[in-house]
């Protein structure tokens, strides 16, 4: 495979003044491939830095590369071939992805604001490279400071239960997110980090609480995207039935626990 990718290569060097106009839209961590039909393709072969990505019918004139790491260079190479193997026209494009770091905004600007409690939610996120490699590290804004909340300390647990009424950095924040999304008057009496899974967009954190003797189980998501409508995060929260009844619902029919924060600088 290894001696078939360098020939592809060797040849496509060797291509002059033939290409398939291939470009690249470019949306911070993805990116839009398209370009021309080749006449008599039987297929396309795309390559990531080097290495088979794809292979396409000889219709397609587009690929989407989803999830790529932020703030890293990328090449691709398309190669259309016929029925022989044979390249017919290939074309290369190098593009630079972006990040997601900065501030994002929830405002509320409807009446069901969970009794005044829910106006506005914000985040801070920057990008930083772990043992699994790049995450979004959140900060929360409690009295006008942000106090980073993820990762958690230690970065690999274990983890042990926090006084929900603790002054530590943690509970401060899950103090305030919960008096802003919780619809209820009982609130933890403490709580305990599960664990979390990461990749370069999207943060899932796993939450046990506890209130009187009663545990419930909570995960809450970050998902950061970038899309024809803006860059923004999808904040979401989900658990139990009863965690669910507690839950301020959102004004969208088919995810009423989740909020879009716009980035906003």
Known sequence: MKKHIF?????????????????????????DLTWDRV???????????????????????????????????????MGARDGDGNTLKADKV????????????????????NHGKLRMLEFRAELANGPDGQYMAISYPVEGVYIPF???????????????????PLARVYKDICSRINRLDIMPTSFRIDGFDVTADTVIMRITSKAYGIKVSTVTEFNFRSDESGTYAVFRNSGSDLIEKALFRGDDPDDPYAFRLEKVD
């Open 7 to 31: 020939a592809f290569l060797l040849m496509l060097m060797c291509l002059t003044g033939v290409h398939a106009s291939m470009t690249a839209d470019v949306r911070v961590n993805s990116s």
């Open 39 to 77: 006449e008599g393709a039987s297929y396309y072969d795309l390559y990531l830095d080097g290495a088979p990505l794809a292979r396409l019918r000889s219709d397609a004139t587009g690929y989407t590369l989803s999830h790529l790491d932020q703030m890293r260079e990328y090449t691709v190479i």
């Open 94 to 113: 190098t593009f630079q992805t972006g990040s997601f770091s900065g501030t994002y905004r929830f405002v509320n600007e409807s009446d069901d604001d």
């Open 150 to 168: 993820f990762p958690f300390e230690p970065y690999d647990g274990p983890w042990d239960w926090v006084k929900f009424r603790s002054d530590l």
